[in-house]
């Protein structure tokens, strides 16, 4: 965790898109996660990325979600908000209207359209970069997405446009450490994958996380004992929460299958509805979740 100053840093749950019997968002289950993050001691939230589902939601309903966590947060911790669109111009829009309900930054993903050359990719993300009034953060997930930069490129994004100063990286801590030296740690990297290498990507040179919510707050005491040098404090923090990590963590389908199961038995918030298409949850999985949220149990305030 050494390296020069961060602007962004720590623990940024990325929500879950929680839906009521209607199939239409639940507003108490955003609100619930919200005021559980926060009290419990988030650094940050971050709403619309693969967890929450974006490619499932309409735009209007990708608007209402920034508007409802904006509102719940009022300004208490920074909040980033991926950006969603198939062109540089819908997500020039997007991000107007993140930053409008209080966006600290910016999460851009590659346009839906794939495959796409990295060149193309780099001027696609430079067009939207330029345009935005907040610190922009590339999502870089070639494993889930399909399609990234290589570090060269990356290097090069940030050098012609300062306002590039976050990446959020799904990859292996050696790669990511690889990653850090090729952009000469000129920006804050936030590991993704729900925390899987929490620690050693941190001791890489990562500001953070944004994982899903269901062992945050952990990642979040693991995460301030590294920071004030506890290593020991870290580990321990850190292996109550791998178990259920692991479980949660084998794709995106699982993630929202298993990982919003995790979060609603640790928030209180009741039964989980899917919207389609989705991965069904068998007996044994929802055993093992059942067992997990038992051992964690629930989300308290710090």
Request: net charge neutral; proline share 7%; aromatic share 8%.
């Amino acid at each position: 965790m050494d390296g020069r100053a961060r602007v962004f840093s720590g623990i940024y749950p990325m929500l879950y898109a929680f839906f009521n019997r209607a199939g239409t968002l639940d507003r108490g289950a955003i609100a619930r996660q919200v005021e559980g993050c926060v009290g419990r001691g988030a650094d940050g939230i971050a709403v619309l990325g693969l967890a929450t589902e974006t490619a499932k939601l309409s735009p209007a309903e990708r608007r209402q979600l920034v508007e409802w966590v904006g509102d719940d947060l009022k300004g208490r911790v920074p909040f980033a908000v991926t950006v969603f669109g198939a062109s540089p111009y819908e997500q020039m829009e997007a991000v107007e209207h993140a930053v409008a309900h209080g966006a600290g930054f910016v999460v851009l993903q590659p346009p839906p359209e794939r495959p796409i050359e990295e060149a193309e990719l780099a001027r696609f993300f430079a067009k939207v970069i330029e345009s935005s009034p907040v610190p922009v953060a590339i999502q870089n997930a070639p494993e889930y997405l399909g399609v990234g930069l290589s570090g060269g490129a990356i290097a090069a994004l940030n050098k012609a446009n300062s306002r590039f100063s976050v990446l959020k990286c799904e990859a292996p801590s050696t790669a990511i450490s690889r990653l850090i030296g090729e952009t000469a740690d000129r920006l804050d990297v936030f590991q993704g994958r729900g925390g899987l290498e929490l620690l050693d990507n941190l001791r890489a040179g990562c500001a953070g996380a944004m994982p899903a919510p269901e062992c945050f707050d952990l990642l979040v005491d693991a995460y301030d004992a590294l920071r004030r040098g506890e290593e020991g404090e870290a580990e321990r923090h850190y292996a109550r929460a791998l178990p259920a990590i692991v479980f949660v963590t084998q794709s995106i389908e699982h993630i929202v299958c298993y990982g919003k199961r995790l979060t609603a038995l640790r928030f209180g918030l009741g039964t989980v509805r899917d919207r389609a298409p989705f991965l069904a949850p068998t007996p044994f999985g929802i055993a093992a979740i059942e067992r997990y949220a038992a051992r964690l149990g629930p989300v308290p305030e710090k």
